[in-house]
Nanobody, 122 residues
Framework: QVQLVESGGGVVQPGGSLRLSCAAS????????IGWFRQAPGKEREGVAC????????TFADSVKGRFTISTDDTKSTVHLQMNSLRPDDTATYYC???????????????WGQGTPVTVSS
C-alpha cells in the first residue's frame, strides 16, 4: 500500500527555518519522484520542489530558490524539505506528492499526503 506521511510543520518567526519530512512506503524512491506542494488559504495550490533520483533532477519554484533544499534519506525512505529564511508568504499547508500512479517524474506529481501546516509569523 502506497503511503506518504508528512511531518515537521509548525510555527516559526520570519527568517527562521523548518525541515519538513515525507516518509514514503509501498514504493522505492529510486524509481519515483517525490515533491512538495503548498496551499495557502484562498490561494491556488503551488508546486514547491521535487526530487527524482531516476531522472537525477531537483526542481524548485522561483519563489523558494536559494532558500529551500530537497534531499532523500535512503535509510528511511524519507524526503526532506529544508526551508530556510522563511517569510510570511511561505505560510501554507504543505503536501507531499509522488508520480507513483501517473509516472512522468516531476511533471506527473499527484498529492498523496494529508499535509502539514507551516505558519511564519512574528
Amino acid at each position: 500500500q502506497v503511503q506518504l506521511v508528512e511531518s515537521g510543520g509548525g510555527v516559526v518567526q520570519p527568517g527562521g527555518s523548518l525541515r519538513l519530512s515525507c516518509a514514503a512506503s509501498g514504493f522505492s524512491l529510486d524509481y519515483y519522484a517525490i515533491g512538495w506542494f503548498r496551499q495557502a488559504p484562498g490561494k491556488e495550490r503551488e508546486g514547491v520542489a521535487c526530487i527524482s533520483r531516476a531522472d537525477r533532477i531537483t526542481t524548485f519554484a522561483d519563489s523558494v530558490k536559494g532558500r529551500f533544499t530537497i534531499s532523500t534519506d535512503d535509510t528511511k525512505s524519507t524526503v526532506h524539505l529544508q526551508m530556510n529564511s522563511l517569510r510570511p508568504d511561505d505560510t501554507a499547508t504543505y503536501y507531499c506528492a509522488t508520480d507513483w500512479r501517473r509516472g512522468g517524474g516531476c511533471r506527473g506529481l499527484e498529492v498523496w499526503g494529508q499535509g502539514t501546516p507551516v505558519t511564519v509569523s512574528s
